[in-house]
Nanobody, 118 residues
Framework: QVQLVESGGGLVQPGGSLRLSCAAS????????MRWYRQGPGKKRDLVAI????????NYVDSVKGRFTISRDNAKDTVYLQMNSLKPEDTAVYYC???????????WGQGTQVTVSS
């Protein structure tokens, strides 16, 4: 059974940093595009960052560019989201997602809460 498990969320003050991890079991991540999404209170789930299967290509939503970095370690089947200079508007549940284009494969983690508040 495929499982994606996020960790690393928590409460942090504005300007602080957190590093989220997404670890896979029951599957390998090396052939999958990985994405981080977030869903703030009363909002829809939005894409935050994406990384290609080999890690060479990354892209970010404008609101996090220069502050967040997505990376992956395929040997550990783990994807990361380094979040710096956090703002209150970054408060959300963060989800990792694994997908393979044109196959219908699309797996989600359970989410981890990030709260940015003083």
């Amino acid at each position: 059974q495929v499982q994606l498990v996020e960790s690393g969320g928590g409460l942090v003050q504005p300007g602080g940093s957190l590093r989220l991890s997404c670890a896979a079991s029951g599957t390998i991540l090396s052939n999958k595009i990985m994405r981080w999404y977030r869903q703030g209170p009363g909002k829809k789930r939005d894409l935050v960052a994406i990384i290609s299967s080999d890690g060479d290509i990354t892209n970010y939503v404008d609101s996090v560019k220069g502050r967040f970095t997505i990376s992956r370690d395929n040997a550990k089947d783990t994807v990361y989201l380094q979040m710096n200079s956090l703002k209150p508007e970054d408060t959300a549940v963060y989800y990792c997602n694994a997908y393979v284009p044109y196959t219908g494969y699309n797996a989600w983690g359970q989410g981890t809460q990030v709260t940015v508040s003083s």
